[in-house]
């Protein structure tokens, strides 16, 4: 067996798992309320996502059952976190389905959405 | 002479590559809330700076008792947004029949369109596999070309009654491989059509959209199955009108700025093969790894 292509892909292997630290697109890898979760009320919605987002141009909505959207206050980022995007809900959520709709921009600017519900038991 | 000039540039290309860290990476094929990961029997529906590095492949045993494996890689390089060009070579070790390096295959992509609310996602490209690129027994005297068309289709668009079917998602790749030359040395060359789907139900779709799954590593597989499929249609010597292919069930893990993919190759019939086969596969996504310099486009020329 010819070992020169094999030393040649495996050089280049090596290079790519040196890479300088990069950024990906943001992934929502958990939530509060949790994805599908029954709570018995929500103050807030954090969203956790794989990689740090841009608050100013990320966003969350909440609508309950019939299309009422919900106020909420300004998206903020944790502190501590900035893959944790953060929005207040501004009144007391009575029990229902709601709908998350997030759209978010990773630090490196690529866009990613989703939504998910979540229900308020009686 | 034009042979070694192929090989060549072929050669230089990788080497700056990976010199310049453009390594390994495969772009996202994103639309709407849909990410269609890279998949190996057939092409995704996305175009984006990317690099599978390495491909490894245990072919099927042929019907003829040949074992081939193969150690390829692809680059893919945009220069409009939605447009790229993409390079992919490797060796092939053969036994009986020794080890040659495979025919320099370029393909120039389009992502035309992405209904983002219905997650539909289309590409059209053309593929040229370059002639007296290859040698040994992957020598080629002549270039074939292939006009290609790849979709995806995402269901997160289902109604919420139907939540469970919404992380399932299609492709599909359609290609004709037409030969730029119908004999050699007395022997048809035909043209095939290459056809293929895949099925794939995605737990990172699902923890973001259903339910949450507590296990980092579940939340970033995505079950794949592929089914890829070529079948002669003009020229084709007498005895040869077979459909040839494999199912390649799979998983594929996504990390962050990678993915790696393993699937089995299952012969559909004698003449695809006896045995099963594997193909595994390491994906970087450039576009993450190096969103400001070598994963953007050349030019952001015709970017909504």
């Known amino acids: 067996m010819n070992r020169r292509p094999v030393v040649r892909i495996a050089a280049a292997l090596a290079f790519a798992f040196v890479a300088p630290a990069a950024f990906a697109h943001a992934q929502l890898e958990k939530a509060t309320p949790a994805v599908g979760a029954t709570v018995a009320s929500a103050s807030e919605i954090r969203l956790k996502f794989s990689e740090g987002v841009e608050p100013r141009f990320s966003g969350i909505a909440l ?60 | 002479m034009l042979f070694l000039t192929w090989r ?21 094929a994103v639309c709407g809330d849909r990410i269609f990961p890279a998949t190996l029997g057939i092409d995704d529906p996305g175009v984006g700076d990317e690099l599978a590095l390495p491909t490894l492949t245990s072919q099927p045993q042929g019907s003829d008792g040949t074992r081939e494996f ?13 447009l790229g060009l993409s390079f992919s070579d490797g060796g092939a070790w053969l036994r009986p029949g020794g080890y040659g390096w495979q025919a320099l295959d370029t393909e120039l992509k389009y992502n035309f369109m992405c209904l983002a609310q219905h997650e539909f996602m289309a590409s059209a490209g053309f593929d040229v596999s370059w002639g007296r690129t290859g040698t040994a027994a992957q020598y080629s005297p002549f270039n074939t070309y292939s006009p290609i068309l790849d979709v995806g289709k995402g269901f997160g668009d289902l109604p919420v ?52 799954i507590s296990s980092d590593f579940l939340r970033r597989l995505i079950p794949v199955t592929e089914f ?62 190096f969103p400001n310099s070598l994963g953007k486009p050349i030019s952001k020329w015709g970017q909504p």
């Open chain 2, 161 to 212: 009654s139907l939540n469970i079917l919404r992380p399932l998602a299609i492709t599909a790749e359609i290609s004709e491989a037409i030969p730029g030359q119908s004999w050699t040395d007395g022997s048809q060359n035909p043209t095939t059509l290459n056809w293929g789907f895949t099925v794939q139900y995605s737990l990172p779709y699902y923890n973001s959209h259903i339910g949450q």
């Open chain 2, 8 to 28: 060549s540039v072929a050669r230089a290309i990788f080497s700056v590559a990976a010199a310049l860290w453009l390594s390994p990476a495969f772009a996202h």
């Open chain 2, 70 to 82: 193969d150690a390829t890689f692809s680059w893919t390089k945009t220069i409009l947004p939605g």
């Open chain 1, 63 to 122: 609508t309950a059952e019939g299309g009422a959207v919900v106020p909420l206050g300004q998206p903020s980022v944790d502190p501590a976190d900035k893959s944790v995007l953060i929005v207040k809900v501004g009144k007391s959520l009575s029990p229902g389905v709601y709908t998350v709709t997030w759209h978010a921009v990773s630090v490196d600017t690529h866009h990613t959405q989703g939504d998910f519900q979540f229900t308020v038991k009686p």
């Open chain 2, 228 to 289: 890829a499929f070529s079948t002669p249609i003009a020229n084709v010597p007498s005895g040869s009108q077979i459909t040839t292919g494999t199912i390649q069930p799979g998983v594929i893990y996504e990390g962050d700025t990678w993915q790696l993919a393993v699937e089995a190759l299952i012969p559909i019939n004698s003449a695809s093969g006896r045995n099963v086969g594997a193909v595994a596969e390491l994906h970087f996504f450039l576009d993450d790894i």
